[in-house]
C-alpha cells in the first residue's frame, strides 16, 4: 500500500523567513502535484512534478521532485502571511494498464505565517 | 474551458437518513471521475474512481455508493447515513489523456 508522508504536520514561521516541507512517498511514481487548502475551502493545484529533477517556481513557492529518493520538497521563501494554509502533496499512481490513474494525498502540512 | 459542478454546498442530515451528493464536469468528454472525503484536520480519502459510463471502483469498505449514469455525472449516495460519515467531499476529475487533477468546490455533510 502506498504511504505518502508529509513533514512536519504544522509550521508556524514568521513572515520573511525560509523554511521546506517534505513530502516522502513509499512507491515509484512519476507524477507529484501539490495542492493548497484555504480553511473550509476546496483544494487548489499549485503544481504538478512530471518527472525526476523537475523544479516548478510560483512566486515565494518552489517545488521540486527527486524520483529516485522518492521525496518532493516545497520550499517557501520569505514567507508572507498570505502564505498561511494547509498545503498537501499528492502522489498519482496508475490504477492499471491504460491511462486511469488515482491521486493518494500526503497528511498535510498546516502553515501558519506570523508576523 | 472545463468546469467541475457540487452540490450541495453544506449538508445537515440525521443519522439514518439517506444521501445523494452529486457532481458534473462540462467541457469534457470521457472523464477519470472521483470522490474524496477529508474528515475534520485530517488528509483525503479516496472513497471511489471511475473511468467510464457504469464503471465504478471503491477504495474502501464503507456505508457510501457511487454511480455514473452519464459520462460526466458521478453521484455519491447511501441509504443511511452513520454519524461517522460527516465530513468534506470533494469530487474530482482528470482527463483520461493527460494529467492534471481538478476539484470541485465541495459539500461539507453534517451527520447529526
Known amino acids: 500500500e502506498l504511504k505518502v508522508e508529509q513533514n512536519p504536520l504544522f509550521l508556524s514561521m514568521q513572515e520573511g523567513k525560509n523554511y521546506t516541507i517534505y513530502c516522502n512517498y513509499s512507491?515509484?511514481?512519476?507524477?507529484l502535484y501539490w495542492y493548497r487548502q484555504d480553511p473550509g475551502k476546496s483544494l487548489e493545484s499549485l503544481f504538478v512534478?512530471?518527472?525526476?529533477?523537475a523544479v516548478k517556481q510560483e512566486g515565494r513557492l518552489m517545488a521540486s521532485l527527486d524520483t529516485k529518493a522518492r521525496l518532493s520538497t516545497l520550499h517557501i521563501t520569505a514567507a508572507v502571511h498570505d502564505l498561511s494554509a494547509t498545503y498537501f502533496c499528492?502522489?498519482?499512481?496508475?490504477?492499471?494498464?491504460?491511462?486511469?490513474?488515482?491521486?493518494?494525498f500526503g497528511t498535510g502540512t498546516r502553515l501558519q505565517v506570523t508576523l | 474551458s472545463q468546469t467541475i459542478h457540487q452540490w450541495p454546498a453544506t449538508l445537515v442530515q440525521p443519522v439514518g437518513s439517506p444521501l445523494s451528493l452529486e457532481c458534473t464536469v462540462e467541457?469534457?468528454?470521457?472523464?477519470?471521475l472521483y470522490w474524496y472525503r477529508q474528515a475534520a484536520g485530517r488528509g483525503l480519502q479516496l472513497l471511489f474512481y471511475?473511468?467510464?459510463?457504469g464503471q465504478i471502483s471503491s477504495e474502501v469498505p464503507q456505508n457510501l455508493s457511487a454511480s455514473r449514469p452519464q459520462d460526466r455525472q458521478f453521484i455519491l449516495s447511501s441509504k443511511k447515513l452513520l454519524l461517522s460519515d460527516s465530513g468534506f467531499y470533494l469530487c474530482a476529475w482528470r482527463w483520461g489523456g493527460g494529467y492534471g487533477y481538478t476539484f470541485g468546490s465541495g459539500t461539507r455533510l453534517t451527520v447529526v
Open positions: 467541457g469534457t468528454s470521457n472523464p477519470n
Open positions: 512507491t515509484t511514481s512519476d507524477r
Open positions: 499528492a502522489v498519482e499512481v496508475r490504477l492499471f494498464t491504460g491511462t486511469a490513474s488515482k491521486l493518494t
Open positions: 471511475s473511468v467510464g459510463i
Open positions: 512534478l512530471l518527472s525526476n529533477g
